[in-house]
């Protein structure tokens, strides 16, 4: 049986070392590890993914813009995409209304003018970092002092709410289903999330509410999900009657994943939804995911009265917002670029000081004075870490705050907090709103 068991741990060893060899050889310093993808072939070093490309010309597929093809394969491609027969199956779902919450320049009046991702879908990162490289020094420390103005004058209410509710406390003790993957940080977030949401009066802690009740119990939409933990753990914590996998244990419970793209969601036509309150959360949604989620969810509101509720973090991005601040669409291009820079410093710290982009305003002057040529290109990569990270966390405060302001504009009740220190994770800025209607 030792012998057995030695044999087949070696079998797994040159299995192993088989594999490696058969890899691609991109390395990926995030992942700290080589990419994972067969080679294209034995005189390939990388994938299809990483192999250097020739000198066609390379434009997004239009089943499926996340990879691309040369130009001149792209009539083939289409036919046999991998995506096309799932794309085909979604389009006939009567949910599925193509860029129905993507937005247009005009009717953002109407509807509260959050940006257009349709417009905004043309301007990549690097067409807006090239922007920022081309201004004048001038310019770029006007902008700085500009977006220093700003968030003086606007985001001093942004408070910190970090609670950890009694309803968690069984997620908290760990005495869950054991199978569940357990990590105390996300599990953390998800608990000040509710807990904030019990606080804001759209939950209600499930001791003594009678589960039958359907106002204690509405149904859950929530958008990025993933596997869904922060559902399941709203389900254990506070009983809901609708919210993957482990939740559908839950006899209760009636489940419904639907893989499309928030841009081309219509709830109102999500048949399970029909006629029933809900509680909208998103906890994994990134940059115009945000703004989709809104819409989806606010678009409802013009043709019914059924949503109880919206909470994310992450950002939105409103034009007409910006505008008023003074901020020009150009302007706010560099602004949401700025945003990456959030992630640069070292996140164990609280609170940044946000006085650090006024000394590199000082340095830039210093390095003006040098005699030397100097452009923002270099100005840009001469900066430190803690003083990019001050300046994203700025813009991200703006934009925040922007989401905020829209949102009470169209008659709801909002609050943005922090709801759980930065040491925990910088991305932590949560908007939860209602209709006043609901108070």
Known sequence: ?????????????????????????????????FCSNARLNDSSLFCGNHNRRTDGQWIPCPIDPSHSVLKENL?????RCPLLKQ???????????????AGKEDDE?????????????????????NAVHSMTVPEFCNLIKKIESVHALICNGICDSFKIPE?????????????????????????????????FGVLKNSVGVNQDDEKAAPAVVE??????????????????????????????????????????LDLSAVESLRNVPYLAIGKHLCGPATDLALRCCLMEQYTQDNVEHCSSN???????????????????????????????????????????????????EKELGSGLPVGVEDIVRNMKAVERAVLGFMCKQIIDVGRLMWMKEQGLEAELVKYVPSSISP?????????????
């Open 427 to 439: 991305e932590n800025h949560l908007l939860i709103a209602k209709l006043a209607s609901l108070s």
């Open 1 to 33: 049986m030792y012998s057995l068991c030695v044999l087949t741990q070696l079998g797994k060893v040159a299995a192993e070392n088989i594999m490696e060899e058969t890899r691609c050889k991109f390395w990926l310093p995030k992942k700290n590890r």
């Open 314 to 364: 992450n950002y939105i991005r409103d034009k007409k917002y910006m505008l008023n601040l003074g901020i020009t669409k150009e302007e706010f291009h560099a602004i949401s670029w700025f945003t990456s820079w959030a992630v640069d410093a070292d996140h164990g710290l609280d609170h940044l000081d946000f006085t650090d982009s006024r000394m590199h305003l000082e340095s830039i």
């Open 167 to 199: 309803a968690c406390g069984m997620w908290i003790k760990r005495e869950i289903d054991r199978k569940l993957p357990f990590q105390e940080k996300h599990v953390t977030q998800q608990a000040s999330i509710l807990g904030n949401l019990e606080e």
């Open 75 to 79: 009539d083939g491609h289409v036919k």
């Open 109 to 129: 009046e109407e509807l509260g003018a959050v940006t257009s991702t349709a417009v905004e879908d043309n301007v990549t990162s690097e067409m807006k970092r």
């Open 223 to 264: 958008f990025g999900a993933g596997r869904g933990y922060l559902t399941q753990m709203l389900a254990d914590c506070y009983g809901t009657k609708r919210a993957d996998r482990s939740l559908r244990q839950k006899e209760s419970l009636t489940i419904e994943r639907l893989r499309i793209d928030i841009e081309d």
């Open 87 to 101: 794309v085909r199956s979604l389009s006939q779902q009567p949910f599925y209304h193509k860029g129905i919450n």
